[in-house]
Nanobody, 127 residues
Framework: QKQLAESGGGLVQPGGSLRISCEVS????????IGWFRQAPGKGREGVSC????????TYDPSVKGRFTATMDKAKNTVYLDMSSLKPEDTGVYSC????????????????????WGQGTQVTVSS
């Protein structure tokens, strides 16, 4: 059974940093890309980042580029999203999702291809 579990969310002040984690089980990061999505209160879900199989490639929404970094630790079956210079508009429920793929250097921030989702972790940026 393919499962994803996010952790590490919390309350952080504007300008602060936070690392959230996505631990996966039941499948390999060698053949699954991982996407990071967030849903702000009253808004739809948006893709903020994705990382390809083996961590060879990543992409970011312009609103977070230069502030967020996605990395992968295959030994721990975990993908991380390091967030810095956080802004109140970064507040939301952050979810990770997985999609099987044969492409090592591609991933997408679109929701549609992702088949497996975690339950999400709340990130609140507020003073």
């Amino acid at each position: 059974q393919k499962q994803l579990a996010e952790s590490g969310g919390g309350l952080v002040q504007p300008g602060g940093s936070l690392r959230i984690s996505c631990e996966v089980s039941g499948f390999s990061l060698n053949d699954h890309a991982i996407g990071w999505f967030r849903q702000a209160p009253g808004k739809g879900r948006e893709g903020v980042s994705c990382i390809s199989t083996n961590g060879n490639y990543s992409t970011y929404d312009p609103s977070v580029k230069g502030r967020f970094t996605a990395t992968m630790d295959k030994a721990k079956n975990t993908v991380y999203l390091d967030m810095s210079s956080l802004k109140p508009e970064d507040t939301g429920v952050y979810s990770c999702a997985a999609v099987w793929t044969t492409f090592d250097f591609m991933c997408t921030r679109r929701e549609a291809p992702y088949s497996y989702w975690g339950q999400g972790t709340q990130v609140t940026v507020s003073s």
